[in-house]
């Protein structure tokens, strides 16, 4: 009887010791595809026990995707990772399912992939020619006026570029010359604000570029600016030197701005058409002249600094006074001193007249 109730003790103290032990887990929320899926976590297993670490589709059936074993390390944690390159977008769960010993604590996680490869549009050339230069040209959806983070890899696996950010237009246009050594596949990746948006690839052939091979160009203008206070009442004026051919203007966001400027044909325009979140932008044709711009807040409450960005120009510079044209144009000032009531003093002498000659 004693030897039972041993026994039935021994089973409740090691069911004890094995529900002590604990399975956490950490992933990201979210993640862009390409990027890999990082698993990290702790646990009171001892050293060098095995974990299953699984990756699951989740749609209306939960698929295993992989399954990859780890090792407790001596600090009590283990890593792994997963590639997602040809992963889909959707929810994905990573877990570590129960296994003999049990675990308590957070052992699942899930995961959103996001595929942002879409907001890339490459202009440059898929096969370019090996002239010393790599032409990386194309356009960010959403990158306006701010630029884009570019990390080059090249044939041999270094990284030949970056990561570093290069700069793109109000339209989100980016185009950079990369220095090469060799010919091969090279590997772009883009990083912005929000995070990794996808990786393109460009292979360059070992030929030299001769008259007949096309070369990777993009449309880009030099962009000018030039910055000033402005407010409602006093509003900020800019002098811009044009070239031939179209024009941008575009201002700084976070304030809704108004743009007014005079053309070389003494013609007035305004634009208000976006709202504080992007940039107003004013679109003409250039011919070499001089032309005047005027901007301000849209609210009377707004007063801040204003950058107004000039594409295709010559030059841009904040005028400390108003320009005559836009002095010509401003409301006049109303007189200050009370004129005396002409017509009720003449009513009151023509009546003093009659009086006097009726008394006649």
């Known amino acids: 009887m004693k030897k039972i109730v041993l026994f039935l003790m021994g089973l409740v103290f090691l069911s004890g010791l094995a529900s002590a032990y604990q399975v956490n887990i950490d992933a990201p929320i979210s993640l862009s595809i390409g990027k890999p899926l990082v698993v990290t976590g702790t646990t009171t297993l001892g050293i060098g026990t095995p974990i299953d670490v699984v990756l699951y589709y989740q749609l209306t059936t939960t698929t295993e995707i992989q399954r990859k074993i780890v090792y407790v390390q001596s600090d009590k944690t283990f890593r792994t990772f997963f590639d997602t390159t040809d992963l889909k977008k959707g929810t994905y769960k990573v877990e570590v399912p129960a296994t003999g010993l049990g675990s308590s604590s957070e052992p699942t996680r899930l995961v959103q992939l996001i595929d942002r490869s879409d907001e890339i549009d490459m202009s440059s050339l898929t096969r370019q020619s090996f002239s010393g230069t790599i032409n990386i040209a194309g356009t960010i959806k959403g990158g306006e006026n701010s630029g884009v983070q570019i990390e080059i890899i090249g044939p041999a696996g270094t990284i030949v570029f970056g990561p570093s950010y290069v700069n793109t237009n109000n339209a989100g246009l980016f185009s950079a010359d990369i220095p090469i050594t060799e010919p091969g596949d090279y590997e772009l990746s883009f990083t912005d604000a929000k995070g990794f948006i996808g990786t393109r690839t460009i292979s360059v052939s070992g030929e030299t570029t001769t008259g007949s091979t096309p070369i990777a160009t993009a449309t880009t203008y030099p962009v000018f600016s030039a910055h000033a206070k402005a407010s409602r009442d006093s509003p900020a004026y800019f002098v811009v030197t044009t070239a031939s051919g179209p024009v941008i203007l575009h201002t700084s966001s976070s304030i809704d701005w108004v743009i007014e400027y005079v053309d070389d044909k003494g013609v007035l325009h305004m634009e208000n058409n976006n709202g504080a979140q992007l940039p107003e932008r ?23 600094d204003v950058f107004l960005y000039a594409e295709n120009v010559h030059s841009i510079l904040a005028s400390p006074t108003v320009p005559e044209v836009f002095a010509a144009t401003s409301p006049q000032t109303p007189a200050t001193t009370p004129q005396a009531p002409v017509f009720p003093l003449a009513g009151l002498v023509a009546i003093g007249i009659a009086v006097f000659f009726s008394r006649k």
């Not at 004013?282 to 801040?304: C, M, N």
């Open 282 to 304: 004013a679109e003409f044709l250039g011919r070499g002249k001089t032309i005047y711009v005027k901007v301000y807040p849209y609210q009377y409450a707004d007063r801040s």
